[in-house]
């Protein structure tokens, strides 16, 4: 019963790295960069979703829709600003860039709500949980929720991706920027949207992260964005069903190896086994295997 | 395009004027001028780095001009992205044939109708699989699995979904067999005789000179000869550049 209880959670550890990897792997995908600031968005997305809650008295859901808005414009206003401007620059330049964006995000949280930790309201997300076995396993209303959300997201995300106008043109700017641009596709708004996308998905992951593990500071959103981009690369960078299997698996790895191998091991036999993987399939699980032509 | 019957028939639908662009440092193309015609197939012959690509690609808006001005149908382009050329009017095969890889030949036949209203696509899918039944057999398979020759096509279709008033096709010939270069060239053709005004560049200078009405000849960025096809192909300086002869 206890393996089945640690199954869940790090199902649902893994559904937040799933979400935040998608962000990643969109990014990566279509504006072929690494945006290292997209962990910090969920740390915003979080404080957003706090201070509308506790401060400005909006209710839960609403709270997480302020959160999801101020993010998504966050996300265009960042690419906009910080990496538009760099569209032909070396990748180097790009890369030095955003993980300057997220030093920024962090220093401009800190002077606003300083250093000391908040308590995230649980009433943000308050469902009932589930028992099973007669009482045996009990799986939280957050730990639930966020499993489904993750699966929603996934769907959603491939209809969109697979079925819309702006999604097929999503497909085509990342495969080939300037076969797109001769279809008419306008590549720098294609870029926004997924931006947009990706940001509120970190808010959503922001939310399920802070009703998960309610204390939350400035650095709330490094250490889960480093693990999502783990997740991503893990996966196959670039690939929606990558970023999903990328981070189930490094949540149950992660869950699995504090419960039986060791606490403070946990991280580090996460990364040994994204080593392992990139080592026997450097693409990833689901990546494409990219041949350059010649 | 028969809405464009009150401009004078005698101004080109195309009409480039002492176009110079540079890689950087390195001077591509050096003013050059040319015309293009409602209904003709003008191509541009030259060696290899001789400025053809670089001009068709100036032409499509992905590449900055330094100087010179492009005007399409009477309304100057020069400046416009190349996201918005295709909203003009004018579409660009490009050389290798950029098929989208991971989508079907139905889909990227829809992207190519991109700046299209959706119940319009429908029809000018109709038209184009009359025109490539090879297609139509193929329309559910991913394009990267198609053949060198059928990715050419599938690239044209995809070019003719916007209905461009100005078709520019970049070395359609390149890698393919020789039976597939008749092929492609029968299918240049075809658009022709429907009424596709189309500029093409070709290293095949005998293919391209017995499919046009007119030529311009490019060497180093410079137009060193131009006029009739058919005069072109019979000239000794263009026999011995560029026909081996």
């Not at chain 1, 964006?101 to 002077?111: D, I």
């Not at chain 1, 949980?129 to 957050?142: A, E």
């Not at chain 1, 450097?282 to 350059?292: D, I, M, Y």
Request: charged residues 15%; aromatic residues 6%.
């Amino acid at each position: 019963m206890d393996f089945l209880f640690n199954l869940v959670n790090g199902l649902s550890l893994g559904s937040i790295y799933a979400i935040i990897a998608l962000g990643y792997t969109m990014v990566y995908g279509i504006a072929k960069m690494l945006n290292f600031a997209h962990g910090d968005v969920i740390m915003v997305g979080a404080y957003i979703s706090f201070c509308a809650f506790q401060y400005w008295g909006l209710p839960p859901l609403p709270s997480v829709l302020a959160a999801m808005i101020f993010c998504t414009v966050l996300g265009v206003f960042i690419e906009r600003l910080a990496y538009r401007p760099l569209r032909s620059a070396t990748s180097l330049a790009v890369l030095i860039t955003a993980i300057g964006m997220s030093y920024l995000l962090q220093n401009v949280a800190l002077l606003i709500f300083k250093s000391d930790p908040k308590n995230y309201p649980g009433q943000i997300i308050d469902l009932p949980g589930l028992s099973l076995f007669g009482g045996q396993l009990k799986i939280s209303g957050v730990t639930l929720l966020t499993i489904i959300a993750n699966i929603v997201i996934m769907i959603l995300l491939t209809l969109f991706i697979n079925r819309t106008k702006l999604g097929k043109a999503m497909r085509c700017v990342s495969e080939d920027r300037g076969a797109a641009e001769l279809m008419g596709i306008s590549v720098n708004r294609t870029i926004s949207v997924t931006f947009a996308i990706g940001s509120a998905l970190a808010a959503i992951a922001g939310v399920l992260l802070c009703s998960a593990y309610p204390i939350f500071d400035p650095y709330t959103g490094s250490m889960p964005g480093i693990k999502a981009f783990t997740a991503a690369v893990f996966g196959g960078i670039g690939s929606i069903p990558g970023a999903m299997v990328g981070g189930l698996l490094l949540g149950v790895i992660e869950i699995l190896g504090r419960a039986y191998i060791s606490t403070q091991l946990a991280d580090a036999i996460v990364f040994a086994v994204l080593i392992i993987v990139l080592l026997v399939k450097p693409s990833g699980l689901l990546g494409k295997q990219v041949r350059e032509k010649v | 395009m028969s809405e464009n019957t009150t401009r004078d028939q005698n101004l080109p639908l195309l009409k480039v004027n002492d176009l110079h662009v540079y890689y950087g440092a390195i001077h591509a193309v050096k003013g050059i001028s040319l015309e293009v015609h409602e209904g003709e197939i003008v191509t541009l012959i030259g060696a290899n780095g001789a400025g053809k690509s670089t001009t068709l690609n100036t032409i499509a808006g992905l590449l900055k001009p330094r100087q010179g001005s492009i005007v399409l149908g009477g309304v100057p382009v020069d400046g416009t992205g190349a996201s918005k050329m295709v909203y003009k009017g004018l579409s660009l095969c490009p050389e290798g044939r950029r098929v989208f890889q991971h989508m079907t030949v139905r889909e990227n036949l829809e992207m190519g109708a991109y700046s299209r209203p959706k119940e319009e696509i429908e029809a000018s899918l109709a038209d184009v699989f009359s025109r490539f039944p090879r297609l139509k057999e193929r329309e559910k398979q991913i394009g990267g699995t198609l053949s060198g020759g059928e990715q050419q096509m599938l690239a044209m279709a995809r070019a003719l979904m916007s209905k461009p008033k100005l078709m520019m096709l970049d070395e359609p010939s390149m890698g393919l067999a020789p039976i597939l270069v008749d092929q492609i060239f029968g299918i240049i053709q075809e658009l022709h005789e429907s009424g596709v005004t189309i500029l093409l560049v070709e290293q095949n200078a005998q293919m391209a000179l017995s499919v046009a009405d007119r030529a311009y000849v490019l060497e180093t960025g410079r137009i060193s000869m131009s006029g009739n096809a058919a005069d072109l192909l019979q000239n000794d300086d263009v026999q011995k550049a560029y026909l081996g002869n």
